[in-house]
Each structure stands twice: as structure tokens, then as C-alpha cells.
T-cell receptor, first 118, second 111 residues
Framework: AQKVTQAQTEISVVEKEDVTLDCVYETRDTTYYLFWYKQPPSGELVFLIRRNSFDEQNEISGRYSWNFQKSTSSFNFTITASQVVDSAVYFCALSEGTSNFGNEKLTFGTGTRLTIIP | ETGVTQSPTHLIKTRGQQVTLRCSSQSGHNTVSWYQQALGQGPQFIFQYYREEENGRGNFPPRFSGLQFPNYSSELNVNALELDDSALYLC??????????FGAGTRLSVL
């Protein structure tokens, strides 16, 4: 069975600080996909990134970066120079690779509420 | 914005009633997935529809049912509402097997 654990329930940092959100996953599949979504107060889940299990290269997108380590089953998310607009709940999710792209059922963690203090 | 729209935004029902939630998928998408998000929790997969047929179901009882229409829009129906059904219901559209893009959800309160 798939499982995603986000041990950090809430994090608060002062604006411009760096912050890392942790994600640990469990799966028996060799092919799987990992995701991060952002949920602002409006409720809509905003897609941030998708990674497949064969691509362990770290990725950087502006102030966002992701560190995927299969050896520790982790897919951590770092925000550099945080801004107030980054305040939201962040979810890590996992899906099995049922097709070339996978991404059928998403299994989500419980989320990390990030508050950026001005 | 994702182009995924859900209606209504908010809904209040009483225990035992039935409810229908609606989702319009993003243009070009053929797959719709529904999730239930209880307060303070992550979304839980209810089911997915692809080309008008159910394509996978989570651990939800049969009183949760759905439909997908030829234009790929979708409905989620819940019969015999229970207090625990109070949650944010999220719809996501995608191309089959591709990234799921979510709407803003319908917040259902069951009294």
C-alpha cells in the first residue's frame, strides 16, 4: 500500500528565510510518481512539480527546489528567500505508474501549513 | 487558473439528504478524478472517470457515485448523507495518465 508522510504539521519562518518541507513515501512499486501541490486559502490545489521514480536529478525552478532521494524514500521541497505569498498548505503526493505517465490515483500526505511572517 | 470549475462553492445539507456536485473539466481533458478533503487532512481519492466510465475507486461506500458526460464534465452524487461527509470535495481534470489539475472545490456541510 502507498503511504506519504509529512511529519511537519506547521512551520513558521520569517520572510526571506529558507525553508524545507519534508516528505517521506512508501510504495512497493518500482515505477511511481511524486508530486507537490500548494493549497492557498482559496482551496484550489496548485500543481508545482511531478517526478518519476527513474529521475533522481534535483530540480530548481526559481526560488523552489526539490531533492529526490530514493535511498531514503524522500522528496523534500525547499523554498529559498521565502515570501509572504508562499504562505499556504503544501501537500506531497504519490501515484503508481499504471501507464506511461502514471498519475491515476493520488495518495496525499496530511500537508504542512507554512506561514511566512513579514 | 486551471480552467477546472466546480459548483456550487458551498452547500449545506441535513443528514439523510442527497447531494449532487458538479465539475467542468479543463478544455481538452478527458479524465476527471474526485477527492474528499476533511478539515486538516490531505485529499482522499474517491474515484476517477475516463471516457464516461469509472476507472478506479477509493475506499468509499456505494452511496458515493458519479457520472461523466460526453463533454467530459462530471457529477459526484452522495446519497443518505452522514455528518462525516462534511468536507471539501475537489475535482481534478487531466488527460489520461497526465498531471491532475484541481478546481477550487465544493465545501459541503452536513448538519
Amino acid at each position: 500500500a502507498q503511504k506519504v508522510t509529512q511529519a511537519q504539521t506547521e512551520i513558521s519562518v520569517v520572510e526571506k528565510e529558507d525553508v524545507t518541507l519534508d516528505c517521506v513515501y512508501e510504495t512497493r512499486d518500482t515505477t511511481y510518481y511524486l508530486f507537490w501541490y500548494k493549497q492557498p486559502p482559496s482551496g484550489e490545489l496548485v500543481f508545482l512539480i511531478r517526478r518519476n521514480s527513474f529521475d533522481e536529478q534535483n530540480e530548481i525552478s526559481g526560488r523552489y527546489s526539490w531533492n529526490f532521494q530514493k535511498s531514503t524514500s524522500s522528496f523534500n521541497f525547499t523554498i529559498t528567500a521565502s515570501q509572504v505569498v508562499d504562505s499556504a498548505v503544501y501537500f506531497c503526493a504519490l501515484s503508481e505508474g499504471t501507464s506511461n505517465f502514471g498519475n491515476e490515483k493520488l495518495t496525499f500526505g496530511t500537508g504542512t501549513r507554512l506561514t511566512i511572517i513579514p | 487558473e486551471t480552467g477546472v470549475t466546480q459548483s456550487p462553492t458551498h452547500l449545506i445539507k441535513t443528514r439523510g439528504q442527497q447531494v449532487t456536485l458538479r465539475c467542468s473539466s479543463q478544455s481538452g481533458h478527458n479524465t476527471v478524478s474526485w477527492y474528499q478533503q476533511a478539515l486538516g487532512q490531505g485529499p482522499q481519492f474517491i474515484f476517477q472517470y475516463y471516457r464516461e466510465e469509472e476507472n478506479g475507486r477509493g475506499n468509499f461506500p456505494p452511496r458515493f457515485s458519479g457520472l461523466q458526460f460526453p463533454n467530459y464534465s462530471s457529477e459526484l452524487n452522495v446519497n443518505a448523507l452522514e455528518l462525516d461527509d462534511s468536507a471539501l470535495y475537489l475535482c481534478a481534470s487531466s488527460l489520461k495518465g497526465d498531471i491532475q489539475y484541481f478546481g477550487a472545490g465544493t465545501r459541503l456541510s452536513v448538519l
